[in-house]
């Protein structure tokens, strides 16, 4: 990698950090409500993953979805407008921030239902599979997904069909509150290996561990050679999600995962090191990113709220006769004007 | 016009719209091979017609609804067939979290056009294997939900929903399956969302879908001879809801029985009693009436569960009964 797509990697990761930073103000300041998991500790996951992808290849990820949103291409103004639930947000205002898209960067979702969206990333890459696209899918997915069915009904069709689809686990060690040990009956690797499928344990506290080992299996899926499987060890700083008060684990765990901080880390020992850059510079970027995230939250808390006539959009991508006759669709909404926006949530 | 089966019906439906579009796919339980292709036969052939197209899947339910949502995003039309309905519950977070909710949630973004074909049906298979579950698919935004209920109605509806962009719940039924009725050679669609007269009577309405409507003709029969002319209307869609044909039946019967083979508590008949209520509440001679299945976990034993589900004989005597009130 050149000196330019390297600071590109090392901009991106502090992006999501400072985005996660004043997303948890603005929880705090009741601009966003209901649940928000943030991504701190784990941006070189997303960021190093994205960056060994085509710009094609189908990205599919868990609820925990703002690092990869912006990773793969989603400016922060339209992921820090959905998170308030605005128009201008990356579903305009439908989905919020456990569900952001982005579909023409290939973003198929962030998806909340634990382990749901494993068998709709083996969907796209039978689809790619079926239609000769030459595209890989990069299901990312928490070490909490790993014990439900559609885990494994998912690794096994996938192996079965030998289908083009990298399940890559960011295993911050915790489901929810639930340390591996006390989720996980076997280590990770060898749940993969219960379906004879390639893979390897990377370090997520690296951007370049992560970088090479996707690189690496997305040419396998190239090459015809099916799924395969990252267990990408990484912690996440904050609790599961601003609800989660975060009692339950050690605060020396906490700090000593800190120390091997993925952006601190890259900044020493591969920018600075290799004299890539200066720490001025180093400066000069945290300064662009904070201004760009304040310019997204200005953004945002200027967009509107989307139009009460949107409410029935495309809740059908194809209308049938008779759907006015349909129920609820035939009645307008009817919303009391004096509602509170925005209300904070447990 | 050939008299051919139901399944039959719907497997030409399948062969027509395979050869017209090469990104339709079969993918199920024992689709291929097993007893010549499906548990109840419709697929059977096909895969030798089409190879490569039609595959056989894990038995993993949540799956294949899954991972055929995700190659509808991916550009495919596959059609998933779920043995029998009762398999369906194992895929409910696929059907209801994801199929149903990826097209509004995703503000229009992300389209996911697939077909899921299940049947409804019993046949002294106990308590698990015997189940209706109409109402809980009507139940839910996103889906379009159909239930044929001839071989003609079936082939039409089923190459309409492969056409269609949004995820259609095709509820076919163990009963009919062998049932026999007229199909022209040449193409034709039945659009989603349009109700049908399956007779016309000027007595009293039936409302009515799926085998129920095959039992109301048989009931029609029985009362024609007493002279009761019932009119029945065959919703064919659940969802939407189409009660045009109904409520236009009502304003000249001013009876209506609503007939389904589900559990009555919270079933599709409540929702159509009240809509029809709510929109002709002065047509009505007397109170909506609903003749449904007995709400119990379903028996083996032949006579119960012959007891437990409705039949001619009981749409017989709710149309008696309503004619001998006097309101």
């Known amino acids: 990698m050149d000196k330019e797509n390297l600071v590109a990697l090392y901009r991106q990761m502090v992006l999501i950090r400072v985005f996660e930073d004043r997303a948890a103000e603005m929880y705090a300041k009741a601009k966003i409500a209901g649940f928000l998991h943030l991504y701190n500790g784990q941006e070189a996951v997303a960021v190093g993953a994205v960056s060994a992808l085509n710009p094609d290849d189908d990205v599919v990820v868990n ?9 793969r291409g989603s400016s922060a103004r339209a992921v820090m407008a959905e998170l308030f639930g605005r128009a201008t947000g990356t579903t305009g205002g439908r989905g919020g921030s456990m569900h952001l898209v982005d579909v023409k960067n290939h973003f198929w979702g962030g998806y909340a239902i634990v382990g749901g969206h494993l068998p709709l990333a083996a969907g796209l890459a039978a689809a790619a599979q079926y239609l000769k ?7 990312s997915m928490g070490d909490g997904s790993t014990n439900i069915g559609t885990f494994h009904a998912a690794l096994n069709w996938a192996k079965l069909w030998n289908l083009p689809v990298i399940f890559m686990v960011e295993n911050n060690q915790y489901a929810m509150g639930t340390h591996y040990d006390v989720h996980s009956a076997v280590p990770m690797l060898q749940k993969a290996a219960g379906y004879n499928m390639y893979a390897e344990e990377v370090d997520g506290m690296d951007v370049m561990a992560v970088r090479e080992a996707v690189c690496r299996v997305a040419e396998r899926a190239r090459r015809g050679e099916g799924p395969s499987f990252l267990n990408v060890v990484t912690y996440r700083y904050r609790g599961h999600s601003m609800a989660d008060p975060d009692v339950q684990r050690d605060k020396a765990e906490i700090a000593r995962w800190k120390e091997r901080d993925p952006i601190t880390r890259f900044a020493r020992d591969v920018l600075l090191k290799r004299n890539l850059v200066t720490p001025k510079e180093l400066e000069d970027i945290q300064k662009s990113v904070e201004q760009e995230v304040e310019d997204a939250i200005e953004f945002a808390d200027k967009s509107p709220e989307p139009a ?14 008779n759907m006015q006759i349909a129920g609820s669709l035939i009645r307008p909404p009817t919303v009391a004007k004096d509602i509170p926006t925005n209300g904070k949530h447990a | 016009m050939a008299e051919i089966t139901y399944r039959e019906a719907l497997k030409r439906a399948l062969r027509e719209e395979m050869q017209r579009d090469p990104t339709v796919v079969i993918w199920g339980e024992d689709v291929v091979a097993y007893a010549g292709g499906g548990a109840y036969g419709v697929t059977s052939g096909l895969a030798k017609e089409f190879p490569g197209r039609v595959r056989d899947t894990p038995i993993a339910e949540e799956a294949i609804i899954g991972v055929g949502i995700g190659a509808a995003m991916g550009g495919m039309r596959p059609v998933c ?7 369906t519950l194992v895929a409910w977070d696929q059907i209801v979290n994801h199929a149903a909710k990826q097209s509004h949630m995703f503000n229009g973004q992300i389209k996911v056009p697939m077909v899921i074909r299940t049947p409804n049906g019993h046949g002294r298979t106990a308590a698990t294997h015997s189940q209706n579950f109409d109402a809980w698919f009507a139940h839910v935004p996103g889906l379009k939900v159909v239930a044929p209920s001839t071989p003609y109605d079936a082939k039409g509806l089923l190459k309409t929903s492969i056409r269609d962009d949004d995820p259609v719940v095709f509820l076919e039924h163990l009963q009919l399956y062998g049932t026999r009725g007229e199909v022209p050679d040449e193409e034709y669609l039945i659009p989603i969302g349009v109700s049908d007269y399956k007779r016309r009577g000027k007595d009293v309405t039936i409302v009515t879908w799926g085998r129920m409507t095959m039992e109301s003709l048989k009931a029609a029969r029985i009362l024609a001879e007493e002279g009761i002319e019932v009119e029945i209307v065959d919703l064919r869609t659940l969802r939407p809801l189409d009660l045009s044909l109904a409520l236009e039946s009502v304003h000249k019967t001013n009876r209506v029985i609503v007939v389904e083979e589900g559990w009555r508590t919270a079933g599709l008949g ?39 589900l409705p039949f001619a004989e009981d749409v017989v005597a709710a149309v008696h009964a309503m004619m001998q009130q006097q309101y």
Not at chain 1, 308 to 321: A, E, G
Not at chain 2, 81 to 87: D, H, L, Q, R
Not at chain 2, 286 to 307: D, F, K, S, T
Request: negative net charge.
């Open chain 1, 308 to 321: 009460l006539d949107t409410l029935y959009d495309y809740i059908y991508q194809q209308p049938v006769r």
């Open chain 1, 63 to 71: 609820y925990r979805d703002h690092g990869w949103a912006l990773a």
């Open chain 2, 270 to 308: 409540a929702e159509i009693a009240a809509s029809l209520q709510e929109m002709a509440f002065n047509d009505l001679d007397a109170p909506i009436a609903r003749v449904a299945g007995l709400e119990v976990p379903m028996p083996y034993a032949r006579n119960l569960e012959r007891a437990t």
């Open chain 2, 81 to 87: 067939e779920i043995m029998t309905v009762n398999f």
């Open chain 1, 133 to 139: 696209t030459g595209r890989v899918t990069l299901c």
